[in-house]
């Protein structure tokens, strides 16, 4: 069993930073694929980034391209999330979630990650 706690969200305006994390328990984080998801206000679910359990190989969604980074340290179960020149369209709650599947490339559906974290606030000002 795997908890996941979200952390670092908040305001900040076009063009800004921010660095979300996400604590996680249990022995097993470093064996699991870990994606960040977003919903925006009246939008479903999506896929963001995901990591390989060995942090090697990394995925994201074309719209973060170039601005967000995913990464994580097993030895601190946490895995991190760095979105530079944010934009309004990024604001959403935004998720991390283990998926306890091996597969050669992560999983972008939701329903095939099993935990989730409560998510953490970000809104971009324009």
């Known amino acids: 069993q795997v908890q996941l706690e979200e952390s670092g969200g908040g305001l900040v305006q076009a063009g800004g930073s921010l660095r979300l994390s996400c604590a996680a328990s249990?022995?097993?984080?470093?064996?699991?694929?870990m994606g960040w998801f977003r919903q925006g206000p009246g939008k479903e679910r999506e896929f963001v980034e995901a990591?390989?359990?060995?942090?090697?190989?990394?995925w994201y969604t074309d719209s973060v391209k170039g601005r967000f980074t995913i990464s994580r340290d097993n030895a601190k179960n946490t895995v991190y999330l760095q979105m530079d020149s944010l934009k309004p369209e990024d604001t959403g709650v935004y998720y991390c979630a283990g998926d306890r599947v091996i597969r050669s490339i992560p999983a972008r559906k939701p329903s095939l990650y099993v935990y989730w974290g409560q998510g953490t606030q970000v809104t971009v000002s324009s």
């Open positions: 249990g022995r097993t984080f470093s064996s699991y694929a």
């Open positions: 990591i390989r359990w060995s942090g090697s190989s990394t």
